[in-house]
Every structure is written in structure tokens, then in C-alpha cells.
């Protein structure tokens, strides 16, 4: 069975109000493959990816009272928290590169094997290539989104457009370009 925007909501409110943790679970199986592979498309390794997405689905169950759905869907509340959660990990990691290298001593540099070089190539092109069938209107958002990592309140401001269109075109966008990626695979 699908599973409805209505259906999250419910089990979001059932979390919120009761503590639910059967609600918790449809959620948490719902959305739990979905962020683990967003997160490794955004550049996490398999491990960091499930680590972040377990992270963000503890969030929700602590913060669930706090969604509004004035201000999005429950999917997008949730991807978000995710998405917040990858910058601040890279952001503690960056400055504790800053802190190692300070003292003296300098992280060994792995560097990435040819396979790994290659597959990160084919999916970069891949991704382009589903970029390039977006229209220009859904690139532009989609780009200030994932690659600026702006949030959706700000693309609003910067290009002039209702909210409720950025997160239309990024959906769009996203169901487009994932259909084109798995008819590739």
C-alpha cells in the first residue's frame, strides 16, 4: 500500500500527542530507506548515511509536536531535519580537521580507489543527464536547493515565487529525475 501525505500526518500527530510508537514505526519504516539513500546520494559513505538518517528519525520522535503543517509536508519537515543534521556532522568534522591539523599532525589522505572514482563519475553524469530533461524553472530550484543548500523559504525570497511553488518544482523535479534514474538501473 502507498502510503499518503494524510497517512504521515497522522501518524506524525499520533507521535506528537500520544507518544504512538506504532505510528512511530510506519513512519520510521517509511522514511528510514528514503533518507539513508538521500543522505548517500548527498556524499555520506553507507554507514554515516544510516548513522544520520537513525539521528534524524530520533528527532522526529523528540520534535514531532513541533511540525507545522502550515510550513510543509511531513516529508519535507523530515528530509530537512536529515539535511540539517549532514551539515552540522560536516561542519564538526571540518572543524576538527582545522583542530587536527592545528596541533601538528596531518589526517592521512585516502585517496579514493579507481572504481570509486568511476562510480562517482558514472553518477554524476547520470544525475546530469536527469538534470538536463528539467525545465529551466525546475533546475534553478533544485540547484539553489541541493548544490547551494538554501533553504526553501530562501529560493522563495530570491526568485520572487510563492513558497508553494519551490516546493512544487522541487518535488517535481525530484519525482522526475528519480524515475529517470531507475529506468537507468
Known sequence: MDTTADDMKLWLTAVAERQDRDAFARL?????????SFLERS?????????????????VWRRASSYDPRQGAVSTWVFTIARNLRIDRARRAARASVGIRAIGHEEPQVAPSAEETSLAAERDARVRRAMATLSPEQAT???????????????????????????????????????LLEQES
Do not use: D, W
Request: charged share 25%; proline share 5%; aromatic share 6%.
Open 28 to 36: 520510521y519504516r517509511h522514511f528510514a530507506p528514503r533518507l539513508a
Open 43 to 59: 556524499g555520506l559513505n553507507g554507514a554515516e548515511a544510516e548513522e544520520v538518517a537513525q539521528e534524524a528519525l530520533a528527532t
Open 141 to 179: 530550484v533544485l540547484r539553489l536547493s541541493f548544490f547551494s543548500e538554501k533553504p526553501h523559504a530562501e529560493i522563495a525570497r530570491e526568485l520572487c515565487i510563492p513558497l508553494g511553488t519551490v516546493k512544487s518544482r522541487t518535488r517535481l523535479a525530484m519525482a522526475k529525475i528519480r524515475a
